[in-house]
């Protein structure tokens, strides 16, 4: 395939190590993606995001002065938003569980374990493209639909009242 | 109680029709795209190479900063084996794990454990043979020191 539809793209990368956003941009470039942003932080991503009409984010998790957590948070939740749907891949090498569940609970849609490899990558921008998540809004979150595996056939028991007939989250 | 409301992929903006999608997706596995991308990395190595050996004197430089140790071993951890460094990024990696799991238990690290791992990242950074049996052997033995040392600082 040509990479006309990728062009089409544009994807920001949040990272404050500015060889990793080099090779992002790199390997982004490799499959056709020409409009790339760069941010060294999540203000910085913030003020990229309110100007540029961005199709996809990837973001480092450790940045200061706003992380990348606190970055997904407000992409998600800010009324400023301009895009809260937007994907946000977070690439990063704190692997361990309660930042990797703080993410996820930010609003992240997919991680990547650092070091980087391309398959891990483009694997993650194909499940996205392929299998977009439903998205879910209550009062305590917004984003992705953290329950990745969905079982039509499940009959229960439910952890939430009413959850089997519409959804329904404390 | 409140009712959430579940958001279907149809019911909002997507990055590209239903079709597009499944092309692009296929073309993120094809074999061509994985050659072209080993190539751009290959083309990156030897500056990304570089970056490795300055961040390895900055980690050497922050001895007995125990945070700035921590920062700069995470950096290594994140991106020396994509330049073709692997046992400098699997020592960092091990540093970083030994942090992690003293932060959980409460307990400060072991200075000597910390300074063996930078003395060893240093060494493996500028070895010619970097990822050789010489290096896995000290890749291995510093995880047994440390699962000695954490098993050690157990309650």
Known sequence: MSGSAFEVLQVLVVEDNQHMRSLLRSLLNSIGIREIHEAANGAAALEILREKSCDLVLSDLAMKPMDGIDFTRDVRQSPRSANPFVPVIMVTGHTERHKVEAARDAGVTEFIAKPVTAQSLFARIAEILERPRAFVRCDSYFGPDRRRKAQDDYAGPWRRHGDHHDHQVP | ?155
């Open chain 2, 1 to 155: 109680m409140t009712k959430g409301q579940l958001i279907p992929p149809d019911d909002y903006p997507q990055m590209v029709s239903k079709s597009d999608a499944a092309k692009m997706a296929r073309a993120l596995r094809s074999p061509e795209t994985a050659a072209r991308a080993a190539k751009v990395i290959q083309q990156q190595s030897q500056k990304l190479q570089s970056a490795v050996h300055d961040y390895v004197r900055e980690l050497e430089n922050a001895a007995g900063n125990l945070s700035l140790v921590f920062e700069k071993a995470h950096e290594l951890r994140g991106f020396a084996e994509t330049a073709g460094l692997r046992a400098t990024g699997r020592i960092a990696s091990g540093l970083c794990r030994y942090f992690d799991e003293m932060e959980k238990l409460g307990t400060v690290p072991d200075k000597a454990v910390v300074a063996l791992h930078v003395s060893a990242i240093g060494r493996a950074a500028r070895a010619k043979d970097e990822a050789g049996r010489m290096s896995d052997a000290v890749v291995k033995e510093l995880a047994a020191l440390v699962a000695h040392k954490l098993a050690e600082a157990a309650p």
